[in-house]
């Protein structure tokens, strides 16, 4: 790793922890010795990079401090490339060209040195299907879940009966070939996966939710891991 690279994933290690970060985990991390790291500390403070700490005690970084949006590093890159290949497979166009238009946007901002990684990246998927059960557009879905807003849904079951409800959506989740929304049903009073190829209609209501997106996200974790519990004492 270029030194110039190993400087700004210090200041990202820091960026990202919420405790003091020692120079035995940063050096650790970076796959260098501790004089190294200590040596690079003693660059960044020299070029007022608000690093406060000392060696046996950890380093913080200043949450004030802040960086060119897109100073990325090869390896970030490659992350979100991989990101976007997986958002490929899901067969939702709206987000597959929203993630494209992130690696252009990416593209057209890293220095030059750095497109090699966008063009040729060291990592990639296996070919394969793409899902084909998302067959109805996703962003009002999403708009709603960010907005907290309830959405009316005319949704036909496994057994082909076609029923009408008012859910509150808490996200879209990808299985293996399926979409689902996850949403508290108002109907039945509890959480229900709904399967998106099966919803004929939906439309997103003016009424909001009156619950935090974070509170009901809780829920459902709450909700999700006592199912599981249950389904382990039931093995």
């Not at 406060?52 to 992350?79: K, Q, S």
């Not at 909700?223 to 249950?230: D, G, M, V």
Request: hydrophobic share 45%; net charge positive; proline share 5%.
């Amino acid at each position: 790793m270029r030194k110039a690279e190993r400087l700004f994933q210090i200041i990202q290690i820091l960026r990202r922890s919420n405790r003091p970060v020692t120079s035995a985990q940063l050096a650790d991390e970076l796959e260098v010795a501790r004089r190294t790291v200590y040596r690079d500390i003693a660059h960044l403070i020299g070029q007022r990079v608000p690093i406060e700490g000392e060696a046996g005690f950890g380093y913080v970084l200043d949450p004030r401090y802040d960086m060119p949006p897109l100073m990325l590093t090869a390896e970030e890159i490659e992350a979100v490339l991989l990101g976007v290949q997986m958002v490929a497979k899901l067969g939702d166009p709206a987000i597959n060209t929203a993630a494209r238009d992130v690696i252009a946007k990416i593209a057209s901002t890293v220095p030059d040195d750095l497109l090699p990684f966008i063009a040729e990246p060291a990592v990639s998927l296996k070919p394969g299907e793409v899902m084909d059960s998302l067959t109805l557009d996703s962003r009002p879905i999403r708009r709603a879940i960010r907005e907290g807003r309830k959405i009316e849904l005319e949704y036909r079951a496994a057994n082909g009966a076609v029923t009408s409800r008012i859910v509150w959506p808490v996200l879209l989740g990808y299985e293996d070939a399926r979409c689902l929304l996850i949403a508290w049903c108002e109907s039945k009073q509890a959480f229900r996966h709904f399967r998106t190829e099966r919803i004929l209609d939906l439309k997103v209501l003016e009424e909001t939710i009156g619950l935090s997106r974070g509170k009901l996200r809780q829920q459902w974790l709450q909700w999700r891991e006592a199912e599981l519990s249950r389904s382990r004492r039931a093995l």
